[in-house]
């Protein structure tokens, strides 16, 4: 068999929404990134495979953005009507389009050579051109939810509850177990203009209402509760899982096509998921566990990096044969802070991780593991790569000395942290600006609390900076308003004959013109006719004695709504 060996700064092992935001981020730092992923596709629990909602922080105006705000920007203007393939083309043209990335995909990690608690090189096997792939090496980073570098590089790690009294948290049971949250099946259905019948497997479990008391199983659910494993071990058991997850699935489209009126007459199942979504298996241990108690108290860590605010949604192991409802959501603050220390290995120096793996017990995990917060953890751990490479630092070394770079460098590329200020540029600080226009330099980039910060401008209203002389300038940093309350975030779980409300938010703005006063005289140095982000980064390189951003229209707001200018 063929074996090939790659060389580069950063390996990401797992290509879901955590390895992904990694990945770029990384790469936009100029880093050379292998990313090595088991699948055909990217986005692992979101993927056209498994087609699990990205959920994250709840609350007003807490919804996460950095990398993961731009492919889901990027979905709303390519994708409609809504496809699942699209969004996978999403993901997959963001990571290929990058030149830093070199991306492996249906490729399993299979191996780890070390040098002492160092990880040297990673090997996988790509069952589509039958090949090993060996991926050397100086920082590793594992998204792959099952954490399949702990068993192979001997990291530290947990499985399983923790006992209600190791670290004081009231929702664990009294003793440890290895009980964990299961995995799940889903299925979407769509509607037609005619009736139709559905004749179910012979394998296919029958069940009445009763059965189904607890379980939403109407138009509008993505049967997220069509979940079993968490008594069994939710790797080694996951095929066999994934027989019973299939005979429950098509039981439950049977009962409500062809048992009861369930209001779907209309519809056939358009989508049935063979490959389970999961929720739980190894977590690593880092230089601190986030617990229970640290979500309940807003995790005001001096290192935060990132960002939760899902309820701790704790399921039964039991699953769909518990008797009684399919989860408990336990209050947790929206936002509450992450810290940088859950994100590398306590005991291997080069090791990173990100996704449902990281560093907290049962109990916090229930909260963080949604992938709106896994996707904000990627892109922690990407930006933190880039400084221990430029640096010549461990993972730990980033949390000794260099996180306030790390923070100020997640902040500059649009990841909010919570109970922090922007540092703003020093050409935008120095400007002369009506005062107005003050809040878009106040370092806030969203709403917070009952603070705006933002300016409401009229179509074709110009904000200006100026200054005393000529200053050389790179460009421009915008963040405009996407509505971070928007409804239509995600791919739908059914598909009625219209789909509404799946588009560019109508608060972005669209057209704007750039001009600089400049010594060969005015001149427009940027003109935008088509956009469709909130984060906008504009490279040009002038010597200018004022700039000004003239506003030209939206996706469909009266006015337009800006967070954010910065002088670069």
């Not at 922007?422 to 806030?444: F, S």
């Not at 004959?497 to 427009?524: C, M, R, S």
Request: charged fraction near 25%; hydrophobic fraction near 35%; proline fraction near 4%.
């Amino acid at each position: 068999m063929r074996g090939i060996k790659h060389h580069v700064d950063f390996c990401v092992v797992g290509g879901g929404m955590a390895g992904v935001c990694a990945a770029l981020s990384a790469a936009r730092h100029g880093v050379k990134v292998a990313l090595m992923q088991d699948r055909p596709v990217l986005g692992g629990n979101a993927s056209s495979e498994i087609r699990m909602w990205i959920c994250g922080a709840r609350g007003k105006n807490n919804r996460e953005t950095g990398i993961l705000e731009e492919l889901v920007l990027e979905n709303l203007y390519r994708n409609n009507p809504p496809n699942y393939h699209i969004w996978d083309s999403v993901l997959y043209e963001k990571v290929k389009e990058n030149e830093n990335i070199f991306l492996l995909l249906n490729c399993s990690c299979l191996d780890a050579e070390m040098e002492g608690n160092v990880i040297k090189s990673v090997t996988g096997w790509q069952t589509t051109t039958q090949t090993k792939h060996q991926i050397f090496a100086k920082y590793f980073a594992d998204c792959s939810g099952d954490s399949i570098l702990a068993p192979l590089t001997n990291a530290e790690y947990r499985v399983g509850r923790e006992s209600r009294d190791e670290f004081g948290e009231s929702i664990q049971p009294e003793s440890p177990d290895r009980k964990t949250m299961g995995h799940s099946i889903l299925l979407q259905i769509r509607e037609t203009n005619t009736k139709s019948t559905f004749i179910p497997p012979k394998f296919a479990y029958k069940f009445d209402e009763d059965d189904l008391q607890y379980r939403n199983h109407q138009i509008g659910s993505n049967f997220w509760w069509i979940e079993l494993g968490g008594e069994d071990d939710t790797i080694y058991d996951t095929e066999s899982i994934r027989d019973e997850l299939l005979k429950i699935a098509f039981g439950v489209w049977d009962h409500m096509k062809n048992h009861g009126n369930h209001g779907v007459d209309n519809y056939v199942l358009d989508w049935i998921g063979f490959l389970p979504g999961k929720r739980e298996s190894r977590r690593y241990v880092g230089d601190y566990i986030m617990t229970q108690n640290d979500i309940e108290k807003e995790g005001r860590f001096h290192d935060i990096v990132a960002y939760g605010g899902w309820s701790m949604d704790d399921h039964p192991p039991g699953g769909f044969r518990h008797k009684g409802k399919p989860t408990t959501h336990h209050p947790a603050p929206s936002p509450y802070g992450i810290p940088y220390r859950v994100l590398y290995s306590k005991n291997i120096e080069n090791l990173f991780f990100a996704g449902r793996n990281i560093s907290v017990t049962h109990a916090a995990l229930s909260s963080t593991r949604v992938m709106g917060t896994c996707s904000v953890l990627g892109q922690a751990v990407g930006t933190a790569a880039s400084i221990c490479i430029k640096n010549n630092l461990t993972p730990r070394g980033i949390y000794e000395s260099k996180i306030k770079e790390l923070q100020k460098l997640l902040m500059f590329d649009d990841c909010y942290l919570p109970f922090m200020k922007r540092e703003v540029t020093p050409l935008a600080k120095e400007a002369v600006l009506d005062e107005k226009y003050e809040n878009i330099r106040n370092g806030y980039d969203r709403p917070i609390e009952d603070e705006d910060n933002g300016v409401y401008l009229n179509l074709g209203e110009s904000i200006e900076f100026s200054y005393d002389q000529y200053v050389k300038t790179k460009g421009l940093r915008i963040v405009f308003d996407s509505n971070l309350n928007r409804k239509n975030h995600n791919m739908p779980c059914y598909y009625p004959l219209e789909i509404a409300d799946f588009h560019v938010p109508n608060t972005l703005v669209k057209e704007f013109i750039v001009t600089a006063d400049t010594p060969e005289g005015t001149k427009v140095v940027h003109k935008e006719e088509n956009n469709y982000q909130r984060l906008v980064f504009l490279e040009f390189n002038e010597t200018v004695k004022s700039i000004s951003i003239t506003l030209v229209s939206t996706w469909g707001e009266e006015r337009a709504h800006i967070f954010s200018i910065d002088v670069l």
